[in-house]
Every structure is written in C-alpha cells, then in structure tokens.
C-alpha cells in the first residue's frame, strides 16, 4: 500500500471512528493548517456515510478550500476541472462553485483585480495566499498599481507604482543616478521583490554591465511572474544557450532591442564555434543566415565577414565552393558580386598564394573597369595595377614555375599565344599602370623592373620619366649613376650638373658627386692621365665623405698608385707611411692597398709579416666596411681569411660586427656564424646586430632546420632592434625575413605556409632563442652556389581548391 | 578597428566630409577627457584623411579579424523599446 492510500486508509479510519461533529471539527482543522486534500478526503467520507445537509456542506467548504489552494499554487487548469466535477456533484450549489471557475480563469489569463481586491479585507492567511498568487501571476506591475480595490495608500499599491514607472523608464531610457533607489523599501518577503530584481537587471543590462545584470536575474524565484524575461535577457546578454523564438512576442523583443543584430550575432557565434571544430556544414548554414542580415550593415561590415571567414576557411582546409555559393547566394547584390574576386584575391594574397591572387586581382579589374568602378586612367587603376606587379616575387624562377614554362621567351610567346594571360607580364602591368597615371611611382617601378633585366629599357623609362616630371631628382640621379656605369663619366657629370641646379644640398645628389669623382679618377689613373687623376683626387679630398670612416686611406692608395705610375715611387712610399699611420693598422692598410692594386691589374710587394690576431680581425672588419661603402671589391689573401676564421677573440664588439658583416660581403657565412656567436655571448647593446648577423648567416644554410632557425634570429632581432630603436637594423632584418619567406619551399603537406612565418616571438621565446644561439658552437653546412633551375609547382590540394574558387566564379559569372 | 566605422563616415566620403566628421567625433571624445577616445579617433582619421589612403582602405582591405571577433563585427546594439515589448513577453503563455 502506498504512502497516499495508508494516509486516506488513516483519515477514513478516523471518521468512522469519529462522530460527525468531530470530524466536522477535524476537517475545519486541517483546511485553516493548508491540508486541504486530507481535509477533503475526510469531508467526502463523512458526506458518503451520512449523507446529510451538514455533511454536504462540509464536502462543499472542503472543495473550495482545495481549488483555493490549487490556484494558490498556480495549479488553474486542476483547479477548473475540480471546479467543473464540483458542478456536475452539486448541481445545487453551480453557480457558488462558477465563481470559483470564473476566478481561477481570470488568474490564469492574468487577471487579478478580483484577487487582489480581496487583499483589503483578507485575514492574514488568505492574504498571505494571494500574494504568493500575486508574486507568481502578476505580469503587469500596473495592473496592480491601478487596482481600484486597494486604497491608493495601500504600501503594495504604492510600491506597485513605483516598480511601474522605474519599469516603464528602465526600458525607455537610461536611468538617472539614484533612481534605483526608490525600489529599496520593497522587501524580500514582497510579491513585487521579483520586479525590483527584474528591474535592477535591466538597468544593469542597458549600462554594459552584464554581470550585475546575470547577478539579479540568478536572484528572481524561478516561479515568479518576471522570471519570464530571464530567458531572454539571458540571451541578450549572450548566454549561448538556444532561445526559443518560436514564441512572437519574444521574436519580436529580441528584434526591436538588438535592431535585429541578435539574430546575426547568435548565428556569428554558431559560425565561430563550428569554424572551430571544422564543422563545414553548419558553418555554411550559419554563413547562409548571415549574409542577407548583414545587408542592412555598412558594406564595410560584409567584407571584412567574407574576408575572415574566407581565411579561416582557407586555414581548416574546409571546401571554399558552398562557402562561395553562400556568400554570392543573393544575385540581386551586383557589387557584391563584383567585390568577391577581389576579397578572395586579398585572401589569398595573404596566404602567400600570389599567382593565384594576380589572377583574381585582373578579374576584378577588368570586372570595375568594365563596370565603370574604376575609372579608365587615373591613380586608382594605376595603384590596383601597380600592386599587381608587387605580388610578383624577386626570384624570376618563381615566376616562371607558377606559369609553367621555362624562360622569359616562352611566357612572352605563350601570353602571345593566348595561354597565359596578359596579366603574367610584370613589364606589361607596370607599363599598363604608368599609362593610367604616368606619376613617379609607375616611373619608379617601371625602372627598378627593367635595371636587372634590360639596362637600357631602364635608362628609356628613367628618361621619360625626367620628361614627364623634369623637376624630379630621381630619375637624374638614376641616369647619372647608369651613364657611371657604362663609363660615360662626362654624361653623368652633366646629368649631375642638372641634378645640383635643382638641389645642391641633396644628400644623394652629394654623394653622387663624390663617387663620380672617385670614379673619374680611377679611369684616369687607368687611362694614365695621372695629373688630371691627381686634380681629381684633391678635389676628392675636399668633399665631406673623404673624412668619414677610412675613406681617407683608400683615396690615398689610389694617389699612391698614380703616384708610382707616374715615376715618383718615394713620394709613394712616403704617402703609404702616413696612412699607415693615420691607420693605426698595417694589415689594414696592406687590404685596401691590396684591393686597389688588383683593381688596377697591379702586383705589390709583399711587405708586411704576419699580423696579430686582433690586428687581423680589425683590418678584415674595416676594410669590408670601406669597400662595401664604396662599392669597391675587396681582395683578402688566404692566409689572412685561415688566420681571421681561426680565432675571432680579442676584440671589441663593433670590431667583431665588423667582422660579421665582412664575412657576409666575402661569401664566409661561416665567418658571420662564428663572429656572430662571440657577439651574443658577450650580451651587450649590439644583441641584436648579432642575431641579426647570425639569422643572415643561416638563412643561406643546407638544412632546413637551419633555415628555421635564422627565421626565428631574424624574427627576434628585428624586435629587439625596435626596442634600441636601431631602425637599420630593424629594416635589414624585415628585409632578410622578406627574402627568407620568400625562397622558402613551398611544403606540400600544409596548404598555407605564410600564415605561420610571421609570428613574433615573445620576450620568453627570444631569451631562450638567444640562450640556444650561444650555447650552439657547432658551424652548419651552409649552400653552395646556386644550382641549375628545377621547376617547382605548387601544392597539387592549393591547386584543386583554387580551381574549384575560379571554376566557381566563371559560373557565377 | 575599422576608422570609417570610427568616423561615422561613408567609404566613399570627400576630404571635406572626412574633416567635418573628425572634428566632430574629436568634441566628443577631447583628449583631455577621453584619451583612448581621442587615440581611436585620431588613428581613424590618419587612416583615412585623404584619397589615397581612402583607397588603399577600399581596395586593398578590409584586413580579415581573428574568428572570436566577427561577434564584435555587429555592434551589440541595446536598444530602448518602452515597456510593451517586454510586457508582450511577460504576458505570454508560458507553456
């Protein structure tokens, strides 16, 4: 026997047991202790045995008594079908137990005037009873604050009124400071306590301050009337628990409030979260619904969505065509469909992909041109074009290999031809680009492509470009320098004379000079004009850059020379003693003697001795930087070169930077390496010089291991080099990241390489890095020159996806 | 942070339109009581105070956001509706 049944098996024991006038007492008991079923079930068995006018009337007060309490218990759907048995039992008594009906149907639609006009004159029990209805059922605040059956002085009505207003304003407005306050005198214990929650958390939610408004809302009973808003609230705090929006009133609410970016952002969270665990199909949906919601966005907004879904895509390896098909879903949005070649050019321009980019780039100009997006000429054609050329990179085997021939000739004939496109010719873009807009920087690039390729398409560039701007020191200065070059020492003295009538001061426009003199005197030594050689010199030696550095001495060795060419070998002799002196260093002065005299084809004595070790390293260090500025060739005897890579101890630290770079201009990255090693052991302000030195060092190693590891130097010099505020140092290792990233092999395990490179280190990744540079003294294997070209294609997986993007966009178009 | 958006201006906005809006957002965050405001306002416009800038920013970007940030993409509006839209809600059925 159940619990229940041995509880009614006890109460029907104890009204047979009992007479009727205790049991009528026994009943009344029970129904004022709240035990209304028991008291019911007692009530029932004594109407069933006596069956008397009393006893129906007990039974009746029981029935009340328990559909009181079930509607107490916001029970109204049991509470209207015990009123209706009621009815069929007592036909009698329909029209008391209707209002009982009435009652519990006007609860449960929200109607509480009637309920709450009992609260006036209600004994402590009862109204104890209503307000736990009250604080369940009421729905409105007004509702309450408007009851008639209340005096208007009545606490709960006045406090009714004051949630009212702070509720109407919490939602229409900010709050002013202290508003809040009116909500303190309202209890714990009061039916309106959920409000003053509810409130509080709305004014919490409208102030950013999500966590005092999910502090309040924890706080509601969970059965309470406003506890119907905590779902919500929740979800626009951005609790990502789903809502049921199902619901039109809450639909609604969640539009007007978030001007429907609710709705975006919980699909924007179902799209990151499926990103995240390359859930492909319900990141396509969630794009699906994201995309017509965005429309009512700044354009901006949209692109910046495809462009990091589409690298996130990319980056999961994820099938790019449903994503394109969901991106372009709606045709009707013409320049959104005539931005997507653009967004995924920028993706994959980002990915390091740059012929597959260049592709997507022309589509997208010819598709704005055509349009009309772009203007025909002007600086934005030209700035699209321009940019084109720049995802070309330096090393033109790369070129090639993307295009898939085998020299310049055959892509020329092969665009002729129609099978490749025209955009595969970085010469044709660039002309193309100074077309548009024939301004300096078309010009400049149109130049800088052409120098290593056709020296004389160059200088035809760089004089149109002094036509077309005749007031530009740059073309002059390039024409200078290319007449230099091919000898024709008096055009360029004249194309500097133009150069100096626009600015004398100019920096370039100075050195220039100094170097065509040094050039002028050198050919004239050669050609045995040794007075004019010697005019030359002294006019040499009164321009600024013969004082810096030991510029002084590698003039004086060209004196020297003429000097002894011209018969006055004592003077000669006299010349080199001084230097020497001035020097402060015979080994050094012997490699700067030594690289002029092999310069000019001549022979000279051995006259020095062996040198000290220091004295080795410091002449080795000098007279690299000498001739590297002066754009000089160094010759170093082997011995020299055995003794300097023996030992590189005992000296300073700008002498052993010195030396790193030497062995860098020299071709002995090993030199660097072991120069470099001493340098980071001795930790000092130039750390980062030396990392940097190492990182070049090894970016010419044998092993890819190696080569990691100069991107993680160079990584890592560039940003300590930012914090000494060395900018050179900074740009040179940008430049050798550059360089790196871009000779690197393409590894056909991982689609996109590039998004790896340029991670930067943190503080605790380079004092490690540092830590292992110095403890590893083992020399690496490092290249040799450069072999036969072997033709490289990229990965075969990037190759389908991009195909499936282009097949896709030919499609769509 | 995209310095249009910063700006409250269109992509396609003049010289003009760019200044105007600059000095307007610079009145309301004045570097004296709004720095962050005033770094944010200064940066978008540096970004985009003339053509050329403009249209690198057009052409050659947007730059793509880390995934976690598409959420701050769309700004979370918080909008205040009056009480009927709330009282709808309160008032429907629950079940």
Known sequence: MSKRDKRRAHHRGAALLAGPDETTARVRALIASGKTREALELAKQLFKETRSAEAEALVLVAYEARVGALLAAGQHQEASALAAVIGERFPAHRARIATLVNRSRAIASGDLRELIAELATAAAPRRQEIESVLTRELRDPRMLADAEGLAADHPLRSAARAVAELFTAVTSGPLPDGALAALDRISRRSPLSPWKLLIRALDAYYHRDDGAAIANLDAIPADSGPARLMPVLRHLIGDPAPLDQRSVPIAMLVKDVTAGRGVVRGHMRRLVRALAAGDQATAVSAVERIVPLLALERSSVKRTFAVTVLEQWMRAGLNPTPLMQALLRDRRDVEWQRDAPRLLALTFERAGFWDEALLLWDAYLTTALRAGVLPPTGPAPSRVLLHMAGLFPSDRDQVLDAFDVDSDDELEEAIAAGERPECADRGRLLARARDADPGPRAYRALVAHWEPRDARRAEAEAEAWRRAHPHDLEPLLYLARAAERRGAHRSALDLLDDAEAINRVHPEVRQSRFRLLLASAERRIREGRFALALADLDRLDKETAATTGDTFAYLGALRGVAMRRNGDGAAALALQEELAARLGNRTLLALILESVAAAFGLELPKANGPASQVEAIVALGRASELLRALERPITVPQALLAQVERDQGGVSPADLHALCEAGLAIGRPELTYRASGRGLAADGPLLHRFLLARGRALAGAAAQRDRDRAQRCLLAARDLAGRARDMDAVSAASAALETAARSRELDSLRMYPRFEAATPLTQEEIASLVATERADDRVPRFASAKSGRKRQRSSRRQRDLFDDFVAFLEKSS | ?95
């Open chain 2, 1 to 95: 942070v995209n310095p249009f958006a910063v700006l409250g201006i269109e992509e396609t906005a003049g010289d003009d339109a760019v200044r105007v809006a600059y000095l307007a957002a610079v009145r309301r965050s004045p570097p004296d009581r709004d720095p962050d405001g005033f770094r944010r306002v200064r940066e978008a416009y540096e970004a985009v105070r003339d053509e050329e800038r403009r249209f690198a920013l057009r052409v050659f970007g947007p730059a793509p956001l880390d995934p976690e940030a598409l959420l701050d993409l769309v700004a979370d509006e918080r909008r205040h509706v009056g009480p009927a839209s709330w009282l709808a809600v309160l008032r429907g059925d629950r079940r």
